[in-house]
């Protein structure tokens, strides 16, 4: 049974940082793409950064572009989102899902079918 497991979330003041993990682990075969989403209080989930394989590369979303980024270890089954210069418009639950399908290239969180459980970040002012 595939699992996805986050870890790395906390509470900081606006400008510090934060690094999030997340392992993916009870699986076979090759993961396809992992990526990280996140969902504020009354908002949809929205996509944050996402490796992508087969040639899909890396992703971020405009709002993390110069100030996340995203990594992956050599075994490709644990990913990485540093976040620096946060902001309180940040704070939101951040989620890992990953997928073995070729689909999930869209970056949609509809097309990612493991996720992990969250983890909280929290920016204040």
């Known amino acids: 049974q595939v699992q996805v497991v986050e870890s790395g979330g906390g509470s900081v003041q606006a400008g510090g940082s934060l690094r999030l993990s997340c392992a993916a682990f009870g699986y076979t075969g090759s993961i396809y793409c992992m990526a990280w989403f996140r969902q504020a209080p009354g908002k949809e989930r929205e996509g944050v950064a996402g490796i992508y394989n087969g040639g899909g590369g890396t992703r971020y979303a405009d709002s993390a572009k110069g100030r996340f980024t995203i990594s992956q270890d050599n075994t490709k089954n644990t990913l990485y989102l540093q976040l620096n210069s946060l902001k309180p418009e940040d704070t939101a639950m951040y989620y890992c899902?990953?997928?073995?399908?070729?689909?999930?290239?869209?970056?949609?969180?509809?097309?990612?079918?493991?996720w992990g459980q969250g983890t909280q970040v929290t920016v204040s002012s």
């Open positions: 899902a990953a997928d073995f399908r070729s689909t999930c290239r869209s970056g949609l969180y509809k097309d990612f079918r493991y």
